[in-house]
């Protein structure tokens, strides 16, 4: 029912939208897309430099010592995003929300609350057929999750990223064990990382029945005025209690722009799941 109401041929392409990310949000993940995925694919060539398709990449890449540049040019910019972000969330907790408590602990907070705890049982007897679909608001309990996956990211590969990018540095203050046992986390984790972004998170964004194919409204967003009623219901009844819904209302973006778009958010949906592949593929048929 739900991925009819919002099928592209049942919604009409020149009826009003609902802004729902700033143009500074939708850079912020464009540029964590193109890093991360640069990311995953040099450090999985060097993780499985003995296979066939990273031996490819590798020659691709200019070799491991090419692989080796991109791989740290995408980590500083994945870095200046987060700490963008940050400064981000500071510049909007004076301006919009006036104190910390508000921004954490406000109704849009992306901190676990028990209504994320009463939207997943929820959402298990919705899909159990159970129970109505959860009214969710302004964020679902899954974003929340991805969101702060980001932030443990950052610690364990970023952190282990830097000891093994200035060895010389960390070994002044630590053991020369710390290498090691960076380079263990640094690879595993970002084994495990890459593996739930390119299945879990791919799967929560795009390949859900009500988003599939793909969910551009991180891209453009904003969302049909339609689809967010019955995506954000609880968000939606919030506004029109303000009377604020006119200051979400804007005209969706030319086709071209669109198209545009969709290149982009298919060139990295098919880059990822291709290195699903490529990795299953090394693990189970070519593991050394």
Same mark, same amino acid.
């Given at each position: ?72 040019? $995408? ?5 200046? *995003? #987060? @700490?963008? &972000? ?5 510049? +909007?907790?004076? %301006? ?76 002044l203050i630590l053991p020369g064990e ?11 984790? $970002? ?5 739930? *972004? #390119? @299945?879990? &998170? ?5 390949? +859900?029945?009500? %988003? ?46 669109i198209r545009v778009i969709k290149i ?25």
């Amino acid at each position: 029912m739900i991925s009819k109401l919002i099928d592209n041929e049942y919604i009409d392409k020149n009826e009003k939208q609902v802004i729902r990310f700033t143009r500074f949000n939708r850079i912020l993940h464009v540029v964590m897309i193109v890093s991360f995925i640069s990311l995953a694919l040099t450090g999985m060539t060097l993780k499985f430099s003995y296979t066939g398709w990273a031996v490819f990449l590798g020659k691709v890449f200019g070799g491991f010592e090419g692989a080796g540049l991109i791989h740290r040019t $995408a980590a500083v910019f994945l870095f200046g *995003i #987060f @700490t963008a &972000h940050i400064i981000d969330l500071f510049r +909007r907790k004076r %301006k919009e929300y006036g104190s910390m408590k508000n921004l954490l602990l406000g109704p849009n907070t992306m901190l676990p609350t028990k209504k994320d705890l009463k939207d997943f049982i929820g959402s298990l007897k919705w899909f159990l057929w159970l129970g109505p679909r959860p009214n969710y608001g302004r964020w679902t309990y899954w974003e929340k999750f991805d969101y702060f996956a980001v932030f443990w990211g950052m610690g364990a590969i970023g952190f282990t990223g830097l000891i093994l990018w200035f060895p010389e540095i960390f070994t002044l203050i630590l053991p020369g064990e710390v290498i090691n046992i960076a380079t263990i986390i640094h690879s595993d984790e $970002a084994l495990l990382a890459t593996g739930f *972004i #390119f @299945t879990v &998170h791919f799967f929560n964004t795009h390949l +859900r029945p009500e %988003k599939f194919p793909m969910d551009i409204c991180i891209f453009t967003g904003r969302v049909p005025l339609e689809e967010f009623k019955i995506d954000r219901p609880a968000e939606y009844e919030e506004i029109m209690k303000k009377g604020e819904l006119g200051k979400y209302l804007v005209d969706p973006y030319p086709p071209i722009v669109i198209r545009v778009i969709k290149i982009f958010g298919w060139t990295a949906l098919s880059l990822g799941f291709s290195m699903v592949i490529w990795i299953i593929y090394a693990m189970v048929f070519a593991y050394q």
